[in-house]
């Protein structure tokens, strides 16, 4: 009778719990049909691979050769179940997520991609947040987690039990072709005051930080058009009603394009950071758990992670 996965799988046992009436019991077996299938083993392999005493099991010189290959190969099919398992146990679970415009399109929705292809059981809530409005959303516990931008840490400090940076970037001030001008110069922030400006609406995250970056200057930020999400300010600078600052990720096709252009600044706009938060929750979600895990793993990645 030739060897086969039973019969490695048995060795396995036997050499990795030292003992017969162990490994009888875990493979739900009796202790003489595991002596069959090893005696079955040394034959076909024409050596002995263990000695028996009253101290229990020793391998010999070519039974511990052996088990090192083996034992490899089990140890990755016993991952690749645990993987298995955790996967099929989130065929019907659920997250809710509240997220900002800004960090949604710079940096969540990749992430939501490849957690959907992932695990298309789980069924994924997306609410639109400003940064104040998702805090409050998570102490009353209307959502899992927020992934939401903010000037720095301090501004989400006691917000959640767990504050961690995703991702910085940056913002431009951009204008349209009717003042491409602009661009062909560094001006001063109080030089552009007679200019429209166009910015997200007050009890935004967006619009504190702006108001923060105008007062440091000595000026009073008066926006002429306030708009609910971010997405509108680059359209309506295209058509000519303002200017506006928005992340440079989002205005490059347009620079490029030509359809909007840069106004380089004296002032040096500030960095800002889009930051992942969520309390510690005593009930498990698997699911929540499984999205922290990927988002962890892709900032562990991109070696940005941090954690207040």
Known sequence: MAANFEHYKIFYYVARYGSFTKAAELLYSNQPNITRIIRILETELDCKLMQRSNRGITLTEEGERLYRRVSVAFEQIELGEEEVRQSAALQDGSIVIGVSETALHLYLMEILRAFHENYPGVRLKI?????????????????????????????????????????????????????ESLSQKTNELKSLE????????????????????????????????????????????????GIGFLPLELTQTALQQKRVFQIPLQEEIPERGIYMIYKARKEENQAREKFLDMLNFSQKESGKIRKT
């Open 127 to 179: 609410y639109n947040y400003s940064t104040p409005g998702a805090a409050k959303a998570l102490k009353e516990g209307i959502i899992d987690l927020a992934v939401v931008t903010a000037a720095d840490q301090k501004e989400l400090e006691g917000v959640a039990d767990h504050v961690v940076l995703v991702k910085s970037f940056y913002d431009v001030l951009i204008a349209g072709r009717r003042l």
């Open 194 to 241: 007679p200019y429209s400006l166009i910015s997200l609406e007050r009890h935004t995250s967006s619009y504190d930080f702006y108001s923060h970056f105008y007062l440091q200057h000595g000026l009073t930020m008066q926006p002429d058009i306030e708009v609910a999400t971010a997405d509108l300010i680059l359209p309506m600078v295209e058509k000519n009603l």
